[in-house]
């Protein structure tokens, strides 16, 4: 008979939940944002029923508590497009005491009356699809966020984890060569990428590179569903940008906007963001599964020889990043294409969104990719 196992961090299994929200998607939210705080949303009198795609409609926040970062302004006004929660969401906060996760974003753009580009700092509230963006403030939520907090600080304190000595050769290598011509960038970029899981945790660990790119090109695999493009194409000006674009691809994970560039403040958010990916997920994510038999011995083929224990894997390496949002997803469904096994879930009929998906080596049982659709 076969056992299977799997690394867990402790961090992320710790505090299953914050008054009924998942609390492994809260430290997500709280990873991705600048400022989080206690306050009263107020919202303008004609607010359209869904956010206009494309568009950016705005709200008050009356802050009446800090919980992350700093603000020296009683009220902070914030914007939010289509793909943000939805005006529904917002206008049944109103007037309401809420806990907010913000952003801050560098919003560059160019003047013609002046000539010149002209640089403004907006709040957002962080992506949806991160984690949630508000919750009720009660007394055991907001506690719980502060738990939360000071354990994620902690761990930026503590020791980088342990990374295979000869993953980093191979990785800091391919960095060295996005600095040296377009070529070896895009050979770099595209060995980086098939190194998968496996080379996560040392990319996180050498990522924050301000050295400037040999061409501020990078084009990766469109993996979403029914994608219009096969391709995917962005402007990273440092290195640190296209890592962040291919842990990313990797992962399913975002932290911050780099995939065209940014502020040397936006670089440190997303830096800090997968350090704590790292920290909290990282070693349950990249740990092998290991399979025996009741002997001790492992297998000399199949180590995952069927759909069930494709899945089993890939729910492994899912819970600790995505946590409650899965059993949305059920069923799950796996499917042997050559030596890889392709996981993902469902969603139900007439639902829009993406799922969480896997991709599995059937020979060794590797997790090659984890990712969530849009």
Same mark, same amino acid.
């Not at 580009?117 to 506690?143: C, F, H, M, Q």
């Not at 020791?159 to 040296?180: C, G, N, Y």
């Given at each position: 008979?076969?056992? /299977?196992?799997?690394?867990?961090?402790? &961090?992320?299994?710790?505090?299953?939940?914050?008054?009924?929200?998942?609390?492994?998607?809260?430290?997500?939210?709280?990873?991705?944002?600048?400022?989080?705080?206690?306050?009263?949303?107020?919202?303008?009198?004609?607010?359209?029923?869904?956010?206009?795609?494309?568009?950016?409609?705005?709200?008050?926040?009356?802050?009446?508590?800090?919980?992350?970062?700093?603000?020296? &302004?009683?009220?902070?006004?914030? &914007? /939010?497009?289509?793909?943000?929660?939805?005006?529904?969401?917002?206008?049944?906060?109103?007037?309401?005491?809420?806990?907010?996760?913000?952003?801050?974003?560098?919003?560059?753009?160019?003047?013609?009356?002046?000539?010149?580009?002209?640089?403004?700092?907006?709040?957002?509230?962080?992506?949806?699809?991160?984690?949630?963006?508000?919750?009720?403030?009660?007394?055991?939520?907001?506690?719980?966020?502060?738990?939360?907090?000071?354990?994620?600080?902690?761990?930026?304190?503590?020791?980088?984890?342990?990374?295979?000595?000869?993953?980093?050769? &191979?990785?800091?290598?391919?960095?060295?060569?996005?600095?040296?011509?377009?070529?070896?960038?895009?050979?770099?970029?595209?060995?980086?990428?098939?190194?998968?899981? !496996?080379?996560?945790?040392?990319?996180?660990?050498?990522?924050?590179?301000?050295?400037?790119? +040999?061409?501020?090109?990078?084009?990766?695999?469109?993996? +979403?569903?029914?994608?219009?493009?096969?391709?995917?194409?962005?402007?990273?000006?440092?290195?640190?940008?296209?890592?962040?674009?291919?842990?990313?691809?990797?992962?399913?994970?975002?932290?911050?906007?780099?995939?065209?560039?940014?502020?040397?403040?936006?670089?440190?958010?997303?830096?800090?963001?997968?350090?704590?990916?790292?920290?909290?997920?990282?070693?349950?994510?990249?740990?092998?599964?290991?399979?025996?038999?009741?002997?001790?011995?492992?297998?000399?083929?199949? /180590?995952?020889?069927?759909?069930?224990? +494709?899945?089993?894997?890939?729910?492994?390496?899912?819970? !600790?990043?995505?946590?409650?949002?899965?059993?949305?997803?059920?069923? /799950?469904?796996?499917?042997?294409?050559?030596?890889?096994?392709?996981?993902?879930?469902?969603?139900?009929?007439?639902?829009?969104?993406?799922?969480?998906?896997?991709?599995?080596?059937?020979?060794?049982?590797?997790?090659?990719?984890?990712?969530?659709?849009?």
């Amino acid at each position: 008979m076969l056992a /299977f196992c799997c690394a867990h961090n402790a &961090q992320a299994e710790s505090g299953d939940r914050v008054t009924g929200v998942d609390s492994r998607g809260v430290w997500r939210s709280i990873a991705d944002s600048d400022l989080v705080v206690v306050g009263v949303i107020s919202l303008p009198n004609e607010v359209p029923t869904e956010a206009p795609g494309g568009s950016d409609l705005h709200f008050t926040i009356k802050i009446n508590q800090v919980l992350y970062g700093k603000s020296q &302004q009683p009220d902070i006004a914030v &914007q /939010f497009d289509s793909g943000s929660p939805t005006t529904q969401e917002l206008r049944s906060s109103k007037g309401l005491e809420r806990v907010v996760f913000l952003q801050l974003l560098d919003m560059a753009r160019y003047d013609t009356d002046q000539w010149k580009t002209i640089t403004r700092k907006e709040w957002y509230l962080v992506n949806y699809d991160v984690g949630p963006a508000t919750l009720e403030a009660s007394t055991e939520v907001i506690e719980n966020v502060k738990g939360i907090v000071a354990r994620n600080e902690q761990s930026l304190h503590e020791r980088f984890p342990q990374t295979d000595p000869k993953v980093d050769a &191979q990785v800091q290598a391919l960095i060295a060569d996005m600095v040296k011509d377009p070529e070896r960038e895009r050979s770099a970029f595209s060995q980086l990428e098939a190194l998968g899981i !496996p080379a996560v945790l040392s990319t996180i660990r050498y990522m924050d590179d301000r050295r400037r790119l +040999a061409e501020p090109v990078i084009s990766l695999e469109n993996k +979403a569903r029914n994608a219009f493009e096969a391709r995917r194409f962005y402007g990273p000006k440092l290195v640190v940008d296209a890592l962040a674009a291919i842990l990313n691809q990797v992962t399913g994970m975002r932290f911050g906007d780099l995939d065209n560039g940014g502020s040397d403040a936006m670089r440190d958010h997303a830096v800090r963001g997968w350090r704590l990916y790292a920290h909290v997920v990282g070693q349950a994510l990249v740990a092998t599964p290991v399979f025996a038999t009741d002997q001790g011995r492992v297998p000399k083929k199949e /180590f995952v020889p069927d759909e069930e224990t +494709a899945i089993k894997i890939a729910e492994a390496a899912w819970t !600790p990043i995505f946590g409650d949002s899965l059993k949305n997803e059920r069923p /799950f469904h796996a499917k042997l294409v050559g030596d890889v096994w392709y996981v993902e879930g469902s969603l139900p009929e007439g639902a829009l969104g993406g799922v969480a998906e896997a991709e599995i080596a059937k020979a060794d049982g590797k997790i090659l990719r984890v990712s969530h659709g849009q």
